[in-house]
């Protein structure tokens, strides 16, 4: 018999927190998530109820470009995360400045089919049931992406002025997450009213 003490050392990945940033982005996508859902299923609940005209088929075109423009700044946004944490912070702001172009192109395209939808077409958000669920839920993923623009600016600014480096990527990644949200949710909200509601 040995007389060799065996001693089974195991060792154990010390445990580290998940960043705050990005759990406090994960539980803010959670909570907005509902509210979308909220806005959503109201949609296609009175999808067709509408009264009175105008309704979605007379009315509504397919925003392709501006769909394409708003998907595409989803990878800008992460090419610009991708930049900063290989210290490129001038490639950085140029590609968070495509971005918000590209959202901008987005939002310029919603406020142009508003405007036709009120000034040529009459549909305001009284006119019927169409017009009331139309403007909720597409103006609050417009809400979300002016707010998303705001702080793209804000990051873009501080990285033309050399305030952030590659120590500040997970807090850009955390901006990019909730871009990436306004992202997703547009495609929902793209199927339910202008592919399933027409």
Same mark, same amino acid.
């Given at each position: 018999m040995s007389t060799i003490p065996v001693t089974h050392e195991i060792e154990e990945a010390p445990w580290t927190n998940p960043d705050r940033g990005i759990t406090a982005m994960i539980c803010l996508i959670i909570a907005e998530s509902a509210v @979308?859902? #909220? @806005?959503v299923v109201g949609y296609i609940f009175y999808i067709g109820k509408s009264l009175s005209g105008p309704t979605p088929k007379e009315v509504l075109? %397919?925003?392709? !470009?501006? +769909? #394409?423009? %708003?998907?595409?700044?989803?990878?800008? &946004?992460? !090419? &610009? !995360?991708?930049? /900063?944490r290989k210290a490129k912070v001038k490639a950085c702001a140029g590609w968070l400045a495509a971005t918000i172009l590209l959202g901008f192109l987005f939002l310029c &395209?919603?406020?142009? =089919?508003?405007y036709d939808l #009120?000034? #040529?077409?009459? /549909? +305001?958000i009284r006119t019927n049931l169409f017009? +009331?669920? @139309?403007?909720s839920l597409v103006g609050l993923h417009a809400s979300h992406v002016v707010v998303g623009l705001l702080l793209l600016t804000v990051a873009m600014t501080l &990285? /033309?002025?050399?305030?952030?480096?590659?120590?500040?990527? =997970?807090? /850009?990644? !955390?901006?990019?997450l909730y871009w990436h949200f306004v992202d997703a949710v547009w495609v929902i909200v793209f199927t339910v009213v202008y592919v399933l509601g027409r």
């Amino acid at each position: 018999m040995s007389t060799i003490p065996v001693t089974h050392e195991i060792e154990e990945a010390p445990w580290t927190n998940p960043d705050r940033g990005i759990t406090a982005m994960i539980c803010l996508i959670i909570a907005e998530s509902a509210v @979308f859902i #909220i @806005f959503v299923v109201g949609y296609i609940f009175y999808i067709g109820k509408s009264l009175s005209g105008p309704t979605p088929k007379e009315v509504l075109d %397919l925003p392709i !470009v501006s +769909t #394409i423009c %708003l998907l595409s700044s989803s990878w800008t &946004a992460h !090419v &610009a !995360v991708s930049a /900063l944490r290989k210290a490129k912070v001038k490639a950085c702001a140029g590609w968070l400045a495509a971005t918000i172009l590209l959202g901008f192109l987005f939002l310029c &395209a919603t406020a142009k =089919e508003w405007y036709d939808l #009120i000034v #040529i077409h009459g /549909l +305001t958000i009284r006119t019927n049931l169409f017009g +009331t669920t @139309f403007y909720s839920l597409v103006g609050l993923h417009a809400s979300h992406v002016v707010v998303g623009l705001l702080l793209l600016t804000v990051a873009m600014t501080l &990285a /033309l002025r050399g305030k952030i480096n590659e120590h500040h990527s =997970e807090k /850009l990644e !955390v901006l990019s997450l909730y871009w990436h949200f306004v992202d997703a949710v547009w495609v929902i909200v793209f199927t339910v009213v202008y592919v399933l509601g027409r």
